[in-house]
């Protein structure tokens, strides 16, 4: 399995959208769990999203993201909108999922490199 490649972050004013991207061949596909996390200067990293069959949120963002599985382009993308200065973060993307909670760290191998968010108020 390749490692994940996560790409899509910037910055963006409070209040506004914006699309992450993670993909990784054989490993964002099907129904493979892929997953999203965050991670603040200070803060321990906390699940945003994640998908199997189907959604997985986090209590940090739920209702203001959206994870989604594009299989044609290999890719898991999170799309986040009413955007709060509060996630304002590093993103990760996570795959290789080696069983237990979706929305746990330590339930998958293999990591992106992280992509930063920043949400100016």
């Known amino acids: 399995q390749a490692q994940p490649v996560a790409s899509g972050g910037g910055s963006v004013q409070a209040g506004g959208s914006l699309r992450l991207s993670c993909s990784a061949r054989?490993?964002?596909?099907?129904?493979?769990?892929v997953a999203w996390f965050r991670q603040a200067p200070g803060k321990e990293r906390e699940g945003v999203a994640a998908i199997c069959d189907g959604p997985w949120y986090g209590d940090p963002a739920k209702g203001r993201v959206t994870i989604v599985r594009d299989n044609t382009k290999n890719t898991v993308d999170l799309l986040m909108y009413r955007m709060k200065a509060e996630d304002t973060a590093m993103y990760f993307c996570a795959a290789g999922y080696a069983g237990g909670a979706v929305i746990v760290a330590s339930s998958y191998r293999s990591w992106s490199q992280g992509t930063q968010v920043t949400v100016s108020s």
């Open positions: 054989g490993s964002t596909s099907g129904s493979n769990c």
